[in-house]
């Protein structure tokens, strides 16, 4: 497995932006695709993004109109920039490197005036 760092989230007001990183430290990730997944206790964990090695992304049907995804292979890190939250974007955000069965410990997301 591969150490996936997430800081960042937090409480942001609904229609605010808000970014999110995962790094994975010390280690070439450009060979591989990221994905964003969120998730909500006692609920399933929902598919939020995608991005692959030659950059192509895709996303959940709720959220390619405000959210994108993106990476920067040189710092090992990807991106998850969401717009126009809404209170039902609240959730706790983790990252995933699929190649290596990977998760980050999950960052919480509040939007709430």
């Known amino acids: 497995q591969v150490q996936l760092v997430e800081p960042g989230g937090g409480l942001v007001q609904p229609g605010g932006p808000l970014r999110l990183s995962c790094t994975a430290p010390?280690?070439?990730?450009?060979?591989?695709?990221w994905a964003w997944y969120r998730q909500t206790r006692g609920k399933r964990r929902d598919w939020v993004a995608s991005?692959?090695?030659?950059?192509?992304?895709t996303y959940g049907d709720s959220m390619k109109d405000r959210f994108t995804i993106s990476r920067d292979d040189a710092k090992n890190t990807v991106y998850l920039k969401m717009n126009k939250l809404k209170p039902e974007d609240t959730d706790v955000y983790c990252c995933?490197?699929?190649?290596?069965?990977?998760w980050g410990q999950g960052t919480k997301v509040t939007v709430s005036s």
């Open positions: 010390g280690r070439s990730i450009s060979p591989y695709s």
């Open positions: 995933t490197l699929p190649a290596f069965a990977s």
């Open positions: 991005v692959f090695s030659d950059g192509d992304t």
